[in-house]
């Protein structure tokens, strides 16, 4: 445990010599197009709602008739 924090407080010590760095939103990632879902509250979601929020996202497809029939 004692290693754990060490390690934790020395990278925390270590970025803050290095100075500023990059920014995330300063690179050029690509961008995510405008998109409506709603989450398992029945709440609709969009881009612009999670705006300048730190988020991640997976999509599954809960629906399915089960195994095709040939």
């Known amino acids: 445990m004692i290693l754990i924090i060490i390690t934790i407080l020395g990278t925390f010590a270590a970025s803050r ?3 500023p760095g990059v920014k995330l939103w300063e ?5 995510i197009p405008n998109f409506n879902l709603t989450n398992q509250n029945n709440e609709a979601i ?14 599954i497809f809960t629906r399915c008739g089960g195994p095709a029939r040939g």
Do not use: K, M
């Open 27 to 31: 690179t050029d990632l690509p961008q």
């Open 46 to 59: 969009s881009l612009a709602s999670l705006r300048g929020q730190v988020w991640v996202a997976d999509v």
């Open 17 to 19: 010599l290095r100075g």
